[in-house]
């Protein structure tokens, strides 16, 4: 099970990204899907999460600004992030966890992209 990251780039504050993970590979189901991000110096925290049944969780700091989705037939994974602030700088990775079969679980991390927001 691999998991592909794409839509990071330079933004100005204010503006929005849009995140996608796509999972590949053989797997029965999908659990939670979720972001996070690590700044230089920093842990890697939660940014969003949500459930197979649509429940959402988001960090205090992306409230009201982000939005987190999913497509569960094209096994993607979305983060909208809106008006972006300089501290929302960081490589951003998505997270997912399922079964593989019934008895084989996994968990596994996209490989990382870069979001950053600078005047």
């Known amino acids: 099970v691999q998991l592909q990251a794409s839509g990071g780039g330079f933004v100005q504050p204010g503006g929005s990204l849009r995140l996608s993970c796509a999972v590949s590979?053989?797997?029965?189901?999908?659990?939670?899907m979720g972001w996070y991000r690590q700044a230089p110096g920093k842990e890697r925290d939660l940014v969003a999460s949500?459930?197979?049944?649509?429940?959402?969780t988001y960090a205090d700091s992306v409230k009201g600004r982000s939005t987190i989705s999913r497509d569960n037939a094209k096994k993607m994974v979305f983060l909208q992030m809106n008006s972006l602030k300089p501290e929302d700088t960081a490589v951003y990775y998505c997270?997912?966890?399922?079964?593989?079969?019934?008895?084989?679980?996994?968990?596994?991390w996209g490989q990382g992209t870069q979001v950053t927001v600078s005047s």
């Open positions: 590979g053989s797997i029965r189901s999908i659990n939670v």
């Open positions: 997270n997912v966890d399922g079964q593989v079969t019934p008895w084989k679980p996994f968990n596994v």
């Open positions: 949500i459930t197979s049944s649509g429940v959402t």
